[in-house]
């Protein structure tokens, strides 16, 4: 059987490898360990398709080191220990040639499953190269990822992508065989979502599409035609994984469960990761719930900790839950905008001095120069408050939180208007 074409047109050397240059150009920091001969355990971050796999690959090839690889989708802690047991036959301990292990999409280990891994990267067993798509401050347990150092990989640019269709019409032993005529590529890279292992396959379907004999021209309008039908509905890394994302947060802002819970469903069964659905809840709880339900962001974070620790496939009943809670409670992005203001008003106005009244005098010169001169402790004062200037004299009165017109931050603006009078107009 015949691999597909991203398999076929792997590079196997940091020559052959497209993109990439901050870390294997000339003078990228993994072409200079290799060239020295010191490889460290490493973590490479970045989108699906930009080359992660073949990285770690080339780094073993060309530093002649043995290679073992595992899943973190299918693979446990004992099958972590076989493969460590195994290294550690092969290689001697603190050598320039310890093995490397491989762990593809890392940060879907479990805390005990990455611990585990700790010994052997501390003893020096294994050289540990770990690939994930999520940010490794999040996914990764500090104790490991302290011993690691972490290389993000780009997406590829459209000039990347567009050499790769070259490369595979003109090295690839099948298709170099074919009359192919690369007319248009937009239609191929957006439905390849920047993903070079997608872009190479798509592109073998359409060729492959054709009769032997047939030339190929590659349009805009052909490959539409002819990838709508073969496309998956749901794909975690291209076009539609942003639609449905979309859908699925506007459908919660715009208070309908129903859409909300059908979309919910479209990432569940695309096998979407629980941990992103849930994180796009707590910003949602926040951006379009804010103060109109304070409440919605403390079970936003409570399903964010339940479904990190439970799983698919009870995560969905708590994930609905949560989603049906956000999208029935009232709304407000009044918190969201007023944080815009505020950081705009920021760049204009840059760095005001902090008025004297408010500034901090721990020590005696402070206090002689006049820091904290003035200052009225409010709770020192009918209904803990007194009136003051908080805010920079350049700016003073601004008015930056306007609260919603909902039950909760009418209550506040009331609470606002009796205390500040005329001051921001509430």
């Not at 749901?234 to 994302?245: A, L, V």
């Not at 979309?246 to 569940?268: E, Q």
Request: aromatic residues 8%.
């Amino acid at each position: 059987m015949t691999a597909p074409l991203a398999e076929r047109l792997r590079p196997e050397t940091l020559d052959d490898y497209l993109s990439q240059n901050h870390l294997i150009g000339e003078k990228g920091v993994l072409r200079q360990q290799l060239q020295q001969g010191v490889i460290a355990s490493m973590i490479f971050w970045g989108p699906p398709g930009t080359g992660k796999t073949t990285l770690a690959n080339i780094v073993a090839n060309e530093s002649k080191r043995p290679f073992y690889t595992l899943s973190a989708i299918n693979s446990g802690v004992k099958d972590i220990r076989e493969v460590i047991d195994k290294a550690k036959q092969s290689g001697g301990l603190f050598t320039t040639k310890n093995p490397i292990l491989f762990i593809d999409e890392i940060h879907r280990f479990s805390k005990s499953q990455q611990d585990s891994l700790l010994q052997a990267v501390e003893k020096g067993w294994v050289t540990l190269i770990g690939a994930t798509t999520e940010n490794p401050s999040f996914e990764v347990i500090p104790a490991l990822l302290s011993r690691c150092q972490v290389y993000v990989l780009n997406s590829f640019s459209k000039d990347d992508l567009e050499a790769l269709l070259k490369r595979a019409m003109e090295k690839d032993d099948i298709l170099s065989r074919r009359k192919i005529t690369l007319k248009e590529t937009e239609a191929l890279i957006r439905f390849s979502g920047g993903d070079a292992r997608k872009l190479l396959n798509l592109f073998e379907l359409i060729v492959t599409s054709y009769s032997e004999e047939t030339p190929v021209v590659i349009t805009n309008t052909e490959v539409a035609k002819r990838i709508q039908s073969n496309t998956v509905r749901y794909d975690k890394t291209g076009e539609q994984h942003y639609d449905i994302i979309s859908a699925f947060i506007k459908s919660i802002r715009g208070s309908d469960p129903n859409a909300a819970v059908y979309w919910l469903a479209r990432m569940i069964e695309g096998g979407e990761d629980v941990k992103f659905i849930a994180r796009r809840l707590l910003i949602l709880a926040s951006e379009d719930i804010g103060n109109a339900n304070p409440t919605a962001l403390v079970i936003a974070n409570n399903a964010f900790q339940a479904v990190s620790v439970i799983g698919y496939p009870e995560s969905r009943i708590i994930l609905s839950q949560c989603v049906t809670y956000l999208a029935t409670s009232a709304k407000s992005n009044a918190s969201y905008e007023a944080i815009g203001k505020a950081q705009q008003l920021v760049k204009q106005t840059g760095d005001l001095s902090v008025p004297l009244s408010l500034r901090n005098a721990p020590t005696k010169l402070m206090k002689e120069l006049g820091y904290g001169d003035n200052y009225q402790y409010a709770h020192r004062y009918e209904q803990n408050f007194v009136p003051h200037e908080f805010l920079p004299d350049a700016i003073k009165s601004t008015k930056l939180y306007e609260p919603g017109d909902n039950a909760r931050e009418q209550a506040q603006r009331d609470f606002l208007k009796a205390r500040w009078k005329e001051k921001y107009g509430y």
